[in-house]
């Protein structure tokens, strides 16, 4: 079992910065491919980005280039910094970590961007 915690979430302006940590409780946190989901009110949860145990990320096309993700594996912890954020970024952004059949979340942390 991996327990997941999120934080760094809030309320920020567009065109404002926010950075997400994941901390993860497990003995072998190489072994996950961490990622980042979110989920808007009244639609569905979406892939943001992915990041390997080596570190191959990929992105969503809606985030690349104002988003990256990275992971620190020996505070066994990743991370998403967010940059340029716009109102459609608004949502509850959920951590995730996994690796084959095992599959953990995150309680969701909530990032609202407005003016």
């Known amino acids: 079992q991996v327990q997941l915690v999120e934080s760094g979430g809030g309320l920020v302006q567009p065109g404002g910065s926010l950075i997400l940590s994941c901390a993860a409780s497990?003995?072998?946190?190489?072994?996950?491919?961490m990622g980042w989901y979110r989920q808007a009110p009244g639609k569905q949860r979406d892939l943001v980005a992915t990041i390997t145990g080596g570190g191959s990320t990929a992105y969503a096309d809606s985030v690349k280039g104002r988003f990256t993700i990275s992971r620190d594996n020996a505070k066994k912890t990743a991370y998403l910094q967010m940059n340029t954020l716009e109102p459609e970024d608004t949502a509850v952004y959920y951590c995730n970590a996994n690796a084959a059949a095992a599959d953990y979340w995150g309680q969701g942390t909530q990032v609202t961007v407005s003016s």
């Open positions: 497990t003995k072998i946190f190489t072994i996950y491919r």
